[in-house]
């Protein structure tokens, strides 16, 4: 049976899956690769799909795909499919004009962290409804991080950073939709993610702890780590 979104749910979910998957290798788009037989979309959007406070789930594929995607999906959820763009900031922008104002709270989730358990959306939503107007999951910094710069023999370190401020930082991001909307409508630079452009606007973006299961795929190595936690999930 097909899962039904929860009609009175407060969430739309904005699933970016336009990418063309460069670093992953040839093999076509990354969403539509295959994770244990089935595409790194349908993997993401049944768990997008089973958290309880998503009402809506807008998908930006590629733009030669769209009718692909829809087929592929509808056995899965009810998504709205829209063509993506040529940045993922662009893509975000497409989707987010297909979600309806009285949806109040709008999460922006890559369709490459397909393992995203339902919990941590939901988590998101819950900090987003409580009263953040923009929030994010993110990890402590594992490895040692230097600051380099160029040397004639190579790089050459500057310094090692404080990592205890530091943070890896997840999809999905969290945002009150009036908020989300206003940085989308004002972004200039497309090379920085959707909580970056509420930072620019001057509004407090708070973290909630991220989860290991919402690794972003990325190079072949990252799809062997996925099929191993497939079967932890
Ligand atoms: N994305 C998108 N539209 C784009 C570029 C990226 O919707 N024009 C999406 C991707 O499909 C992915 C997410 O944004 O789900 C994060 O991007 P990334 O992991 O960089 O994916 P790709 O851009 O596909 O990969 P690469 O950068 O290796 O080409
Ligand atoms: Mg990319």
Do not use: W, Y
């Given at each position: ?47 997008v799909?089973?958290a ?42 497409l989707a ?77 991001q ?60």
């Amino acid at each position: 049976m097909t899962p039904q979104l929860n009609a009175r749910g407060d969430v739309a979910v904005l699933v970016p899956a336009a990418g063309a998957g460069l670093r992953l290798g040839p093999g076509g788009p990354k969403a539509l690769r295959l994770l244990a037989g089935e595409p790194l979309l349908v993997h993401a959007i049944r768990r997008v799909a089973a958290a309880p406070s998503v009402r809506m789930i807008v998908v930006a594929a590629p733009k030669a795909e769209v009718e692909a995607v829809r087929d592929l999906l509808a056995p899965v959820a009810p998504v709205t499919v829209v063509a993506g763009g040529a940045e993922r900031q662009e893509s975000v922008s497409l989707a987010l004009a297909a979600v309806p104002e009285e949806i109040g709270i709008v999460l922006v989730h890559d369709a490459a962290r397909a393992l995203t358990p339902p919990q941590l959306i939901e988590s998101v939503a819950a900090a987003v409804r409580s009263g953040h107007p923009a929030v994010i999951p993110a990890l402590p910094v594992v490895d040692t991080i230097k600051e380099v710069g160029p040397s004639p023999s190579g790089e050459l370190v500057l310094g090692t950073v404080d990592r205890s401020v530091l943070r890896s930082v997840q999809t999905p991001q969290g945002f009150r939709h009036d908020v989300l909307a206003a940085a989308h409508a004002t972004a200039a630079d497309a090379h920085t993610d959707d909580a970056g452009l509420v930072e620019k606007a001057g509004l407090p973006v708070t973290c909630v702890p991220g989860s290991e299961l919402a690794m972003k795929i990325t190079r072949p190595l990252d799809l062997v780590l996925a099929e191993a936690l497939l079967h932890v999930t």
